[in-house]
């Protein structure tokens, strides 16, 4: 992971994206996604993030979902979730962000046309002045928005947009799901390597039988 992931010197906030942005995180510079796994392909988005707020002396966000859409559409279907969100949210201060928001992704969102969630949620609670989106990035009602959608949506609703084409090694592109069959198969290192960091469980750990 980049060098200036232990060296943080600014404070990191993480807001609650049901509510509006306080004034001092507004006009930033915001990454959209589900960044489950934080990996180097999702590093290399929130770098181009991080470099457009610098240009534009703007706060570095993140904007990721809660719970993961895949989990609210399938809430009884096995879904192996690669970082808890106390982990990801370290991995965003770690990478030198400035605010996470965590949006509730609940039957309101889910049913936002791509318009309305640039313009009611993007802008009016938001208040962002750039996005930052990858090649494969899908939003509003049936996952119609594309990354196209978002940058003519920007053009007429006055906000920049920034497409992250994919990210990846000898051919193969970062992904969650192929980090996940790595884990699967017991390839711990080869999903390390992916990530760009250790994969992690948290937990509590209780007593046993002490054999």
Do not use: C
Not at 84 to 96: A, P
Not at 124 to 150: C, E, I, Q, S, W
Request: glycine content about 12%; aromatic content about 8%; charged content about 20%.
């Amino acid at each position: 992971m980049p060098n200036d992931m232990n060296n943080r010197t600014k404070p990191f906030h993480v807001l609650d994206g049901a509510l509006a942005v306080p004034v001092l995180a507004r006009g930033g510079v915001l990454a959209i996604g589900n960044f489950d796994g934080v990996h180097r392909g999702h590093q290399a988005l929130l770098e181009v993030a991080r470099a457009e707020a610098g240009r534009r002396n703007a706060p570095a966000g993140v904007v990721v979902f809660d719970p993961h859409p895949r989990v609210f559409f399938g809430p009884d279907l096995p879904y192996f979730q690669l970082t808890q969100r106390l982990q990801q949210l370290r991995l965003f201060d770690r990478l030198g962000l400035d605010l996470a928001v965590v949006l509730p992704f609940d039957t309101a969102l889910s049913n936002l046309s791509a318009r309305a969630f640039a313009d009611q949620i993007l802008l009016g609670r938001l208040h962002a002045a750039h996005v930052v989106v990858g090649y494969d990035f899908n939003f509003g009602k049936g996952r119609a928005g594309t990354p196209a959608t978002m940058r003519e949506l920007g053009l007429e609703l006055g906000f920049g947009v920034t497409i992250v084409e994919a990210i990846g090694i000898g051919g193969a592109v970062y992904s969650s799901s192929a980090i996940r069959a790595l884990l699967a198969r017991g390839e711990v290192a080869a999903a390390a390597s992916a990530l760009g960091h250790r994969w992690r469980i948290d937990g509590v750990v209780t007593g046993g039988a002490r054999r």
